[in-house]
C-alpha cells in the first residue's frame, strides 16, 4: 500500500468510504422499514382485537335472538310455570343439543324471579340446582328489566352470557339465560379470521378442583403458570409462555411481543388486557397473526437496499476517481514530466495550454515560466 501512488490510494478510499456509508446506509433502512412494519403489525394486533370485541357483540346479538325464540315456546313457559324440573328439561333438553352443536351454547338456565333469584334448571347440569344467582349480567337484567350481557369469568369457564327478564302477561316469571364459551367463541374467530387466539386467567378467580372436574384434558395448562392458567391453545403450545409478565399488570393498550416462526410461519403476537362484565381485570387475550408475507417484505426490502446502495456507492467512487484524475493527478504528472525532463537537462518544452483557471491550472502556468526562464542544466560530463 505505501509503494502505491496517491491516485489509487484515493480511489481505494472513495470505494472503502463510499462502501461503509452504503452499508450504514442500508442499516438505517432496513431498522426503518422494520419499525414502520412492525408498526403496522401492531395496527393488524389491534384489528384483530377489534375483531373479537366486533365478534362478541355480534354473538350477544344471536344469543339475544335465542332467547326470545324460546321464550316464545308454549311448551317452555307452561313447564316453566308450572315448575315442573322434569318436564321442562324433557322439553329443553333435545333443543339445547341442537343449540350447542349449531350455535356453541354451552349454558342454559331458568331462573326464579325476584327475590329468590334461584336456578330452577340448568340444562346443561340438571342436577344441579336452587343455588342464588349473582353474576352481573343478571344483576344489570334485573335492574333494568332489559337484556344484561357481558363476559363473565365463573369458578369453571369464562362465558360470554346474555340473560333477559321473562314476562308473560306483562308480569315478570322469571330470566333465561344463555351462555357461551368463550374458547368456542375463539375457536370461531380462528377459522373466520385466520388470526390464532388465546387466554390467559388469572388463578385466584378459579377453582381448580372444580376446573380439573369439569374441563378435563385442558385443565393440564393448570401447572404451567403459578398465576394464570391458559386456555384453548392447542394452536400454541410454547407461544402462550412468551410472556411472562405479570397479566395484572399489563398497560390497557397491551403490549407486542415480535416475532416467532414455526413450521416456515413468521406470527406477529400480541397480549392484551381482558375484562369482564364487571370491569375486572381477568386475564389477558393472546392474539397471534399471520406476518409472514409482511417479514418476507422486510427482508425483500433489506436486500433491495443494500444491493442498490452498494451499487450507487461504486458508481459514487468510480466517479470520485474519474474527476480526481481529470482534475488533479493529470496535470500534477504532466507536471512532474516536464520537471523531470528539466531536471535531466533538456531544454525547456513548448509552454501548455492552460486548460484550468483554478489552483492546479494556475500552478501549471506559473511552473512553466519559471521552467522557461532557468536555463538549462549542461549535461553530467562522461566519466
Known amino acids: 500500500m505505501l509503494s502505491l501512488s496517491a491516485e489509487p490510494k484515493l480511489a481505494l478510499a472513495a470505494v472503502a468510504l463510499t462502501t461503509a456509508a452504503a452499508l450504514a446506509g442500508a442499516v438505517l433502512v432496513g431498522r426503518h422499514v422494520e419499525a414502520r412494519v412492525e408498526q403496522v403489525g401492531a395496527d393488524v394486533l389491534r384489528d ?11 354473538e350477544v346479538d344471536k344469543l339475544a335472538a335465542t332467547l326470545d325464540v324460546m321464550m316464545a315456546s308454549e311448551r317452555l313457559r307452561d313447564a316453566f310455570l308450572a315448575r315442573d324440573r322434569e318436564k321442562l328439561l324433557a322439553v329443553a333438553g333435545p333443543i339445547f343439543e341442537t343449540l350447542r352443536e349449531r ?14 333469584r334461584q336456578v330452577f ?14 353474576r352481573i349480567t343478571m344483576r344489570r337484567a334485573a335492574d333494568s328489566g332489559e337484556l344484561g350481557a357481558g363476559l363473565e369469568l365463573g369458578k369453571t369457564a369464562f362465558a360470554l352470557r346474555v340473560v333477559r327478564p321473562w314476562h308473560v302477561d306483562g308480569k315478570l316469571v322469571g330470566y333465561m339465560e344463555v351462555a357461551e364459551e368463550v374458547d368456542e367463541l375463539l375457536v370461531s374467530m380462528r377459522s373466520r379470521t385466520g388470526d390464532e387466539y388465546g387466554l ?3 388463578k385466584k378467580f378459579l377453582d381448580e378442583e372444580a376446573w380439573t372436574k369439569v374441563l378435563g384434558p385442558r385443565a393440564n395448562t393448570w401447572n404451567d403458570r403459578a398465576d394464570v392458567v391458559a386456555v384453548d391453545m392447542s394452536a400454541f403450545p410454547d407461544g402462550i409462555l412468551r410472556y411472562a409478565g405479570d397479566v395484572e399488570a399489563l398497560p390497557a393498550r397491551g403490549l407486542v411481543l415480535g416475532e ?4 416456515g410461519l413468521t406470527f406477529l403476537s400480541g397480549v392484551y388486557p ?3 362484565a364487571a370491569g375486572r381485570r381477568v386475564g389477558a387475550i393472546f392474539v397471534a397473526h ?19 446502495l452498494l451499487i450507487l456507492a461504486l458508481v459514487t467512487a468510480v466517479g470520485l476517481a474519474l474527476l480526481a484524475h481529470g482534475l488533479v493527478f493529470r496535470p500534477l504528472r504532466r507536471l512532474r514530466r516536464r520537471l523531470e525532463r528539466r531536471a535531466a537537462g533538456e531544454p525547456a518544452p ?24 532557468r536555463p538549462a542544466r549542461p549535461p553530467d560530463p562522461a566519466p
Open 48 to 58: 384483530a382485537l377489534q375483531d373479537f370485541a366486533r365478534e362478541e357483540q355480534g
Open 103 to 116: 350455535d356453541r351454547i354451552s349454558h342454559w338456565y331458568f331462573v326464579e324471579p325476584d327475590p329468590s
Open 121 to 134: 334448571l340448568r340444562v346443561h347440569r340438571p342436577e344441579l340446582h336452587g343455588d342464588r344467582v349473582e
Open 200 to 202: 390467559l386467567l388469572l
Open 260 to 263: 416467532t416462526s414455526r413450521g
Open 274 to 276: 381482558l375484562d369482564d
Open 290 to 308: 399471520d406476518f409472514t408475507a409482511h417479514h418476507l417484505a422486510v427482508q425483500d426490502g433489506r436486500r433491495f437496499a443494500l444491493a442498490a
Open 350 to 373: 513548448a509552454p501548455h495550454r492552460l486548460e484550468s483557471a483554478d489552483d492546479l491550472g494556475r500552478l501549471e502556468v506559473i511552473l512553466e515560466r519559471a521552467l522557461a526562464d
